[in-house]
Nanobody, 115 residues
Framework: QVQLVESGGGLVQPGGSLRLSCAAS????????MFWYRQAPGKERELVAG???????DYADSMKGRFIISRDNAKNTVYLQMNSLKPDDTAVYYC?????????WGQGTQVTVSS
């Protein structure tokens, strides 16, 4: 069955870095566009970054220059490198896979930015 398993979340101080991973299985990973979303308490889920099957990346404006999305098709894994973290980055981060009308979600990983 399809699985997306996020890892790498945790507590980090402002200005710090974290790298999230999302391990995929059960579908042909290399053909799917991959995305990271996040949802803060009391807020709607928002798009953080996306990467096409060919490796082209794009970011929400507030993440540009701080976050880097990448993928390793040999490992069926997508990453999100997060730098210069701010308290406003505190959220549950979700991995999403998309191919035409097929879409899958992970269970999320908590990121807390606090001193």
């Amino acid at each position: 069955q399809v699985q997306l398993v996020e890892s790498g979340g945790g507590l980090v101080q402002p200005g710090g870095s974290l790298r999230l991973s999302c391990a995929a299985s059960g579908f042909i990973f290399s053909t799917y566009a991959m995305f990271w979303y996040r949802q803060a308490p009391g807020k709607e889920r928002e798009l953080v970054a996306g990467i096409t099957s060919g490796g082209s990346a794009d970011y929400a404006d507030s993440m540009k220059g701080r976050f880097i999305i990448s993928r390793d098709n040999a490992k069926n894994t997508v990453y999100l490198q997060m730098n210069s973290l701010k308290p406003d980055d505190t959220a549950v981060y979700y991995c999403n896979a998309r191919y035409f009308h097929y879409t899958y979600w992970g269970q999320g990983t908590q990121v807390t930015v606090s001193s």
